[in-house]
Structure formats: C-alpha cells, structure tokens
C-alpha cells in the first residue's frame, strides 16, 4: 500500500486533481446522509481535515462506515476532486474504505469544545485535538528551525549532561537522583547518608543549567549551543513553572554583550519568520481562537529593531511611574514582570534587552563593568510575556571571578575547571539562556505550561 | 571588531585571498625562527589550523608573541596569502597580534600524543585536542542530520518525559528522582517511604524509553520521533554502556515491520552521507588515526542494500559455524554479539536486518506473527559494531496486547492510556529505536562511549 498523504494532496493540489490515492487517518466527524456520507479524517500530516465523501451506490460497505464512532481510524483510496467553488478546496471521493481500527461511543473526544483541564486528564489523546495538533506542530518547527539556526552559523551542538554531582548553582531547587533504597540508605557512623555507596559514588542531582559545561566547549569550538531538558524542583504551582523543561543556552567564544544580543535578536526573528511561513494553519487558529492579534504581535516583533536600554536608564523611567505599579521601583531591586511588560508593553511599544544589571541582583559568572556595581547582562523582554531570554557577558579574569565566588561564601575549589578555562586561554565571551516552553507559549498564545509540554512534570504530578 | 572564522577563509579561498581580515583563536603551537615565528591558530570553526607567520620587522611586539605559552588564545589582524605551493593552501601573514588570554607552561594540551584515558580527566580541555575536536563536530553534525532527515520526511520532533512514575520497564535499572531527605524520610506506619510526601506525589524515576509516550503522538501525527536523553543505572563497567546517553525513538502510524526498516535504513545512509559531506577533513582524520578503513567501510555501507533475514534462517547459518562460538546458537536463544557480528561481517558483509525473533526473548509490546512464537521484531546489524537499532512493529489488537501484559505478570491498569490507543482508533504501526552514541561511535571508529559524550556519566563517576 502505497500511502499519500493530506499534506502532500494540499501541498500539491493541482496535481493530485483527478488522481487515485490512498489516505489513511482518523475520523474528526462521521456523517450519514442516507444516500451519502461526509467523513472528516485527519491524518496528523498537517492541521487540515480532508473531507472524503462515500456514496451508497459506490462504496459496499456504506452502512458499516456511517456508523462508526468518532475517532475510528480508516484506509481510504478514492479520487481527488478539486471543488474551487466550495469552502474547502478539494475532497477526496471514495472508492474504497476500510475500517483500520474501531472506536467506541464513549470516545473521550466527541466533536465539541472541551476544557484545556480536562484534556489535561487525557493527555495520550489530546495532540488529536485541533489546539494540540496546532501546538505540539508549532513546537517541533520552532524546534528545528533552532537548530537550523546555530547549524547555518557553525554553532556546534551540544549534548551537556543531565545529572550532575557538583552543587553549583543551589542545590536546594534540585532533584536528588540515586539508586539506594531511601527506606534503608547506608549511613556513615556520623549518621549522615553514606553516599560513596550511591551509583556515582557521590551525591548527584539533576542539572539546573548546562551553561558551565557549555562554557567548557566554546574555549574549543567558539560558538556551541545546548537544546536538552533541565529540571527545577520549586514546590510553585504556576502557569509558567514546570519541574521538567527544554532550554537552549547558546555560548559564543570572542564575543561580548552586543554579540550576544544580536544574535538573540536574530533568533527570534528567525524562529518568528519560520513558524510563521511553515504552520500558517495552525498560527490562523491560535490567532483567532486562542489568543486575538498573536500574528499581528509576531509581526510586529520580527520586523522591528529592539530596543536597549540600561538597567538604570529603565530604573528612571520606572521610577516616574511607581503609581501604577504594586512593588515600587528604585536602583538596585530586581524588576517584576508587571515592571518588565510597562517597559516593553507600554514605553517601548516593542522587545527591549535591558542591561548592566546591580551585580547583587545577578549570577556570579557575570563579568563585572568598570564602574564595579553593575555587570554586563541583558534580559529580553517582550510584549505580551515580559523576560524572555536571560544572558550575559561571562567574567573571563581569573582573579575578578575567583573573588566573586569567594564573596559569595562558595568555595574555588569546587570550580576547578571552570577557573582552568580562565587560567588557559581566556577570552571574552558570552551567552544566553532560552526557556524553550516559554517561546512555544508566546508563539502560540498559550498561557500555560501545562498545554505546550507533551506530559508535563509538576508538583504531584508526573501522570503519563 | 568584525571576526572572520577559519572555517570561513577555507571555504572561500580565493575570495579571501589578499584580503585583510580579523581572526580569533588558541595556538596550538608557537615557532619562533628569530626574524619570523609561526603561529598555528585554531579557533574551533573547523577541524583544520591557519598557519599564521608573523615578522619581527612587522609584528611590533614579535618578542612578546614569540614567547607565549600553548594554549594562548589571540586576536590576529593580517592578510590572507596563498600558498597554492605550499602544504597548506594559504596562510595568514600578520600585521597585528594581540593576547588575548596567555596560557601557562603547565598548559595540559602540550604538543604530543595523549592517552584518551588521561584526557578523560581533563574533560574541559579535551575538544581543544584534534580527536575531540573531530568527535564532537561530528556528533553535533550527525544529531542535526537525524532532526533534518526526520523533519524533511514530515516527523513530528516530540519531547516525552524525562521524569516517570510508571515502573513499566524493570525498574531495578531505574535511577530514582526524589526531593526526601534521605538521611530522614517520611515513613508510612508500615515503616515503608512515605511517598506521598515526595515532589511528584508518588515515587518518580528516569526513563529509560521515550517509545511507550511516543506511542501517543503517532496515533495523532501519524509520523513522530524523539530525540532525547535516557538514563540505565546499569552497574556494568564496558567501554559500550552509560548511565546517561541521547536516543532517537522514530514512531509510524500506518506503518509494518517493513516500513520501519525501509526508514530506518534511509535514515543511516543519510547520517552517514551528511557526515561524510559536511565533516571530510574529520572523516579522514578518524580513517587515518583512529580506525584504518572507517571510510570506505561507511561508504560500502551507505551504498549497500541491507540484507533482511528471519531470525529462524540466521539461526539455521550459525548453527553451522557453531564451533566458531563462546556461545552456541538454537533456536530460541538470544543473539549475541559474536553472532550478530558474524553474520554481519562473515556472512552477508552488509548490514542486515534480522527479523521475527521468539516471543520470548522479546518485549510485551511487540506484534505476535501468525504463528503464535514469534513477533514482528528487527534488530539491525552492522560490521564492526553488531547490532546498531532494534524495533518492531507493534502490538495494535487489544485483546492480544492486555493478555500478554497478563501473561508476562504485570498489570493492564497500569498501561491504561498506552491500551487506550488501541480503544479508539488504533492501527498498525512502527517503531524502533538508536542510541545516538552507538552511532556516533560508529561514525568515527572510537570504540569507548566515554569518548565519544562530552563528560560522560558512568558507574562511580560524574564529574564536570
């Protein structure tokens, strides 16, 4: 059996015209018209149904097939008819249809509007729903076209581990990952968990950021981005914060804060431009169904300059405005989402990098300005989200970043490669961070984590 | 500063050639020869050095130059000038040097041959020698080839869970995920964890396959795939197995045995044709320095039909060269990697696909054949590696699947949602699955995973 499919048909219109094909796919809607039938099938090859019509004088087993369920899935060949006059293009006019596999009538997606909550509950079959073909599409393009964004400009890919034994960057919001039995771990005479007995010897847990060993590979290759999972145990149940997400931290060699803002820039851009040429179905729906004006938003944010401001700059501005907004604002706070969206939403009107944060208020890595308070990160905001992307120039002198960590009552010794990079070779150089889920949610309007994350992990729940 | 890469003057020599042009990068050596000196400068964009000479009478800080250590990363401003005579097809002669970071004489990288064994200790410092230059370019080559072949052909990119609380496949080689206190649990009465007081609600572990989730998305998208990581907390100390390493699990709907090993074997002549275009002067460093014949070994391969043979035929052929085996093959008996080895590179000299293994021997998932003994698995054999992909079609009637979940003593609750999809709609379909390592490794012939992920994780070891 040779299989066509609705993308390849809808793609291809004029040739398919008149010709036999087999399609194979499940049924959105069955409807019997005595003497006729309409079946709506999707195949998951694209986010349009095709319509395939059956007539009782043509297909044998008209009877059987008008009364399946919803969501039977069917092997149909017939012909394809271009119907420029009707609301859908072309139909498909059958000529044989064969049940694949039945479904019943308690099939838990009937044709009519469901709840995103309750879908939630039936998560192995929601992506047969139109929101969720739209949004899981638009996530495996938004996917690729990032990879083929750093691939084009010689990025390398990299694959940082996962689980990791060094304590970094707080080990509280980590999760412990181990294979003794927790209800009889071996202990240590002190009483403490003797973990030399544990899988890697040690204790271990999963990464929060893959930046530090990112690091380790743009001293070798230049530019290198990850794309892989990292994991937050924060006892939060928001709609922006899930326990397991997707990241891509991209670290550039010879580079400075301007380098790395441009190349953001561009990515977004680039992601924008790509989904939009590629899912124009599927960002229609999200435009008019889910969230009004998305596609005009998109637009507007892949065709404008953004804007960057410093931080003080931003802070001054604020300032004039502390009526409007719940936590006042002055020089040396960290900025809230309501004071992140007023900036990009409200003064700028388009994505705005606000830079040279307080460096009390930022990571230690971050390379410190010449004015010795405030360091060389830039956060992305954009309309309709706030922070987007977080990144910064990274601290390449050995003594300055060694005194930080000092400062900050961690130990150096606990950074001994991190601190080789800068003993063998250092350079300038930069990087950001992009929570993946949070660019499929701006892309499609989506305002919680939950619905662009394929099983997602949060507090009590790992279902799926 | 406008940064030329070295990748970039190779690829266009002759339009560089006399052009003034700026480049970054680290010395892998420093000749001084008194009136000139010899800078061979690497700066990760390709496997290949620019040999940059530098004058006395130019260079106003030649001495300074001429004396720094290996490992010094610089910034070189000169002129392009080919040398069509010469070794190297151009040179950089310089007009001005600058440090940008200075090495030291205890630089770990000096000029000569290092034991992989103790490169694996300096980790960081390792992708700045040519094997781990070469490893790692073309493992991110090759994982872009998988999501190009994958997205060309319509595949949806899905990202399962990392994070499961289902104990589906042999938990005892599961890592546990957990925010306890394993110095002090929560107890039930019954002196058991109390897990209800655990992140998740409920115990939680790393996946060990993404199939069973995938599952879902191609009984939606009709074609997915993942690309991700997995964990086995195997206690097993080979040069084959990690405890974290990346896997692709490609999932066809409508789709039998023969499908998946026709996409399958498109999708290994494509990696390798990809690497082999993209990465020549790597391919020939591995073929040269790391493993005699490698490339015309993948060529062969990429230019062969891949042999399908029935598990009952190849035990037929190895029951005759028995006395060639450790293990002596019947029927019913696993393969081992002498046998698959054998058959791949004695008898066939191709890759070969063997098909339709007993039941037994195989998981619950897969189809049942006809005759009741065996089910519609394929497992890929290659020369020089055994056996590189395993799959099958899957089990898509519900009756037979519920009763050897049964049979196999494991419980149809707990498969719920994976039975579900036989419930409404189910169809045929395929699926197998790579360890991204094992492919790497056969792409550049270095036979220890250790080498070939870039700070692997393995039975008492997660450092960096």
Tied chains: 1, 2.
């Excluded at 190349?263 to 992601?271: G, Q, R, S, W």
């Excluded at 002055?330 to 040279?356: A, I, M, S």
């Excluded at 949610?441 to 919680?448: D, E, H, S």
Aim: proline share 4%.
């Amino acid at each position: 059996m040779k299989r066509t499919t609705v993308a390849q048909i809808f793609a291809d219109q004029a040739a398919f015209g008149g010709q036999t094909v087999t399609v194979c796919g499940w049924a959105r809607t069955i409807r019997d018209m005595k003497t006729f039938g309409f079946l709506e099938l999707n195949d998951g090859s694209c986010f349009r149904n095709l319509q395939v019509v059956f007539a009782d004088n043509e297909v044998e087993n008209f009877k059987e097939i008008a009364k399946c369920n919803v969501g039977t899935s069917f092997v149909v060949t017939g012909t394809v008819v271009l119907t420029p006059e009707a609301k859908q293009p072309l139909e498909l006019k059958a000529q044989t249809i064969t049940v694949e596999g039945p479904s019943t009538p308690d099939y838990p997606l009937q044709k009519k509007r469901h709840s995103v909550e309750y879908l939630r509950t039936i998560q192995h079959l929601r992506p047969r729903t139109n929101l969720f073909s739209a949004v899981f599409r638009v996530r495996s393009v938004a996917a690729h076209a990032i990879h083929c964004f750093f691939q084009d400009r010689g990025f390398v890919y990299v694959h940082t581990p996962l689980i990791t034994a060094s304590d970094c960057e707080g080990a509280g919001e980590m999760f412990q990952v181990t294979t003794l039995d927790l209800a009889n771990p071996p202990k240590n005479e002190d009483g403490s968990v003797d973990y030399s007995q544990d899988f890697f010897g040690k204790r271990a847990n999963l990464t929060v950021s893959g930046q530090l060993n990112a690091e380790n590979f743009a001293m070798a290759f230049g530019n290198v981005y990850t794309f892989g999972p990292t994991f937050r145990a924060e006892n939060s149940n928001t709609q922006r914060h899930a326990a397991e997400f997707w990241m891509i931290e991209p670290e550039m060699a010879f580079a400075d804060l301007n380098d790395y803002m441009d190349t953001a820039e561009d990515m977004i851009k680039y992601i924008i431009r790509t989904v939009m040429e590629k899912c124009p179905d599927e960002m229609n729906f999200f435009s008019s169904f889910v969230d009004k004006g998305l596609k005009e938003r998109l637009e507007h944010v892949a065709s404008s300059d953004f804007v960057r401001v410093t931080y003080t700059d931003a802070v001054e501005i604020l300032k004039k405005n502390n009526d409007k907004f719940d936590y006042k604002v002055e020089w040396g706070c960290d900025l809230q989402t309501e004071h992140e969206r007023y900036l990009t939403e409200v003064v700028f009107q388009k994505p705005v990098f606000v830079t040279d944060y307080p460096k009390d208020i930022k990571a230690f890595y971050m390379r410190l300005n010449d004015d010795g308070k405030t360091v060389a990160a830039a956060d992305c905001l954009v309309p309709g989200i706030g922070e987007l992307i977080g990144g910064s120039q990274r601290e390449e002198r050995l003594e300055l970043l060694e005194n930080r960590i000092r400062e900050l009552g961690m130990n150096p010794e606990d950074y001994w490669w991190y601190l080789d990079l800068r003993r063998y070779g250092s350079c300038k150089h930069a990087g950001y961070g992009l929570g993946f889920e949070r660019m499929v949610m701006y892309l499609t309007g989506v305002n919680n984590i939950r619905d662009v994350e394929l099983h997602p992990r949060t507090v009590g729940n790992a279902e799926f």
